[in-house]
C-alpha cells in the first residue's frame, strides 16, 4: 500500500502543477525549481553522512566505507554508461511524451523528458524510496512511505509547473521501483545488514547530488548512468565484510 499511496500522491501533485502552475511566472517556476535543487542537495549531503554509519563502519572498517562507495560509483558507472541507461531513460520518456501528451515539436518533447527523468531519478534514489519499500516489505509499516508520499506531493506539484506531464509520467519508475524493493523484502526477510542498507544509502545520496546539480543546471550529471552503483555497493560490502 506504501507504493500506491506514493503512485496516487505524485499523480495529484502533478495534476494540481499542469492545471495551476502555468498561471504562475517563468521567474517563479524556475525560483521553485532552484529551490527543490538547492533541497535535493543537502538530501544528498545528510545521505553521504551513512558512510560513518557505526553498523556500516564497523563491518568493512574505518575509511573503506568511502573507497566502497568510490568504487561503486566508478563500476556502476562504467556499466551503466556501456549499457546507455541514461539514453534508455529518455527515450522511455520520449515514447511516453508520444502516447500522454498532445504537444508537438521538438520542445515539447524535450521538457516532457526532462520532467520524466529528473522526476523519477528524485523520487526513486532517495533513502526514503529504499528504506520505506524495504520496511513496508518486511510487515514494519508504512510510515517512511507516507512521509514520502507527502513530500513527492509538494515535489510533483513544483516540478509539474514548470516541466509538465512528465512529472506524472514518473509515477511509472516509482511504482516499478519500489514495488521489486517490496517484494525484495518480502522474500529476503530480515537478512539485509544495516551496514549494506548505509552503503546503499550513502551512493543514493551522492547520485541526489548529481541530481542536484541537473536541476541547477550547473552540470548535467549523467546520473541515470550511475543507477548500477546502487547494486553494486551492497555487493562490494558484502564481499569486504567477508574478507575482514
Known amino acids: 500500500m506504501g507504493t500506491v499511496i ?50 556500516y563502519v564497523a563491518a568493512t572498517g574505518s575509511g573503506v566505507t568511502l ?37 508537438d515539436g521538438p520542445s515539447s518533447r524535450a521538457r516532457f523528458v526532462e520532467g520524466f527523468v529528473d522526476a523519477s531519478l528524485i523520487f526513486c534514489i532517495g533513502p526514503l524510496a529504499v528504506l520505506g519499500s524495504l520496511s513496508d516489505g518486511l510487515g514494519r509499516g508504512i510510515d517512511q512511505l507516507a512521509l514520502k508520499s507527502t513530500l ?23 511504482g516499478v521501483w519500489q514495488g521489486l524493493l517490496t517484494v525484495l523484502a518480502v522474500l529476503l526477510g530480515s537478512l539485509l545488514p544495516p551496514a549494506v542498507v548505509a552503503a546503499t544509502t550513502a551512493t543514493g545520496g551522492i547520485l541526489l547530488l548529481g541530481v542536484g546539480l541537473r536541476l541547477l543546471h550547473i552540470r548535467e550529471v549523467p546520473v541515470g548512468d550511475l543507477l548500477p552503483a546502487l547494486v553494486v555497493a551492497p555487493v562490494l560490502t558484502v564481499l569486504v565484510s567477508a574478507i575482514r
Open 152 to 174: 513527492d506531493a509538494f515535489a510533483s506539484l513544483a516540478f509539474a509547473a514548470s516541466l509538465g506531464w512528465g512529472v506524472a509520467a514518473s509515477a511509472l519508475s516509482v
Open 67 to 103: 573507497l566502497i562507495v568510490l568504487g561503486a560509483l566508478l563500476v556502476g558507472g562504467i556499466a551503466g554508461s556501456l549499457a546507455r541507461i541514461e539514453d534508455r531513460l529518455e527515450g522511455i520518456g520520449g515514447w511516453l511524451q508520444g502516447r500522454f501528451e498532445r504537444g
Open 6 to 55: 506514493n503512485v496516487v500522491a505524485i499523480l495529484v501533485g502533478s495534476t494540481f502543477g499542469v492545471l495551476f502552475g502555468g498561471r504562475l511566472p517563468e521567474r517563479t517556476t524556475r525560483t521553485v525549481t532552484d529551490a527543490l535543487g538547492l533541497t535535493t542537495l543537502v538530501i544528498g549531503g545528510l545521505n553521504v553522512m551513512a558512510l560513518q554509519d557505526p553498523d
